[in-house]
């Protein structure tokens, strides 16, 4: 299963209809034991995380093992960059000792740590995977895309999917909301982003999923008004991010008015398709994003989703590695 090698796997805007296409295809092989690697046979990759992780992390060791690899977890707590050496510096010394790097390093509250991603990628001479950053998550929307496959078929682009900002006490990466843009302008999905007035994308993803959508057909659209966007939704999904053009006090400020009205509950699924499935990269506080009914409900496939995190990721480091 031919797949065009890239030398890092960062962003979904490096692929096309066709390749996403592909990684998926090799995911669902993985996930259904039609398809083995030993690509990282003896090889050592590091997880170079400078934020919590719990299905990122555990996910990426878990594969790597079953690809035949070694999986260093590098907490940036634990390296001298605590002492003040540079991000430079230390992926330049990593780079010799690994075959690999999965990253995820960003801070939301300084915007001078955008760039972190690209600046460990031009300094390494291994590849690179993005497990966050600041602008995208593309592992985990590859994963929400296998996960609405396997449940709708191809037919998955045609249904309706919201993709809703939802209250959180904490500031999150708008990452995978981004990232879900893409993916849907590139792929031809039908997608509402629902979000409150402060809280829009970056222009460089919109005008990006613009260009995309005029070729692959796709159907985005964006509202404010949650209720109106759950109307025949086959797929709600929520997700906090910090309002991009804000500092942390005025977002706090912000989410804090909205929290009433930006939270998901049975009266969003009574105004969605009959069956329509909850969706959420977790983690999540039940009562903050979703209520526990909606979160706790059959047709909540958040596990799912977890889940399908192990065998996209897999697909990708063959890519990246055989």
Not at 9 to 30: H, K, N, V
Not at 161 to 167: E, F, H, N
Not at 242 to 257: C, G, H, P
Request: with cysteine.
């Amino acid at each position: 299963m031919a797949i065009q090698t890239l030398r890092h796997f960062l962003s979904l805007r490096d692929y096309d209809s066709e390749g996403l296409t592909r990684l998926l295809d090799q995911a669902d092989a993985f996930k259904h034991n039609k398809f083995r690697s030993s690509c990282l046979l003896e090889k050592n990759m590091g997880l170079l995380f400078n934020k919590p992780s719990t299905r990122s992390r555990v996910s990426f060791q878990t594969g790597i093992h079953q690809m035949g690899g070694n999986a260093q977890y590098l907490s940036v707590d634990a390296l001298q960059m605590t002492k003040g050496e540079s991000l430079r510096d230390t992926v330049k010394v990593l780079s010799q000792y690994l075959d690999g790097l999965i990253v995820r390093y960003y801070d939301i509250n300084d915007a001078g740590l955008s760039d972190s991603l690209q600046e460990i990628a031009q300094n390494v001479q291994i590849p690179i995977v993005n497990a966050l950053d600041e602008k995208e998550h593309p592992c985990q929307v590859l994963a929400d895309i296998m996960t609405l496959r396997q449940k709708y078929g191809e037919d998955y682009k045609k249904k309706k999917i919201v993709m809703s900002w939802g209250y959180s006490s904490h500031q999150k990466s708008p990452g995978v909301v981004n990232s879900f843009l893409l993916a849907a302008s590139i792929l031809g999905m039908n997608v509402t982003f629902a979000r409150p007035r402060g809280f829009e994308l970056a222009d460089e993803f919109t005008t990006y999923s613009d260009q995309y959508s005029a070729i692959s057909g796709a159907n985005i659209e964006f509202c404010d008004d949650l209720s109106e966007a759950c109307i025949d939704a086959d797929a709600i999904y929520v997700k906090s991010y910090k309002a991009q053009d804000l500092t942390s006090v005025e977002d706090l400020r912000l989410r804090n008015s909205l929290r009433e009205h930006w939270m998901i509950s049975e009266e969003h699924f009574k105004r969605a398709n009959d069956n329509a499935f909850f969706m959420n990269c977790m983690p999540f506080i039940r009562g903050e994003q979703v209520t526990a009914s909606v979160a706790d409900h059959p047709r909540s496939i958040i596990f799912d989703q977890a889940a399908n995190r192990l065998h996209v990721q897999k697909a990708i480091l063959e890519n990246l590695f055989s």
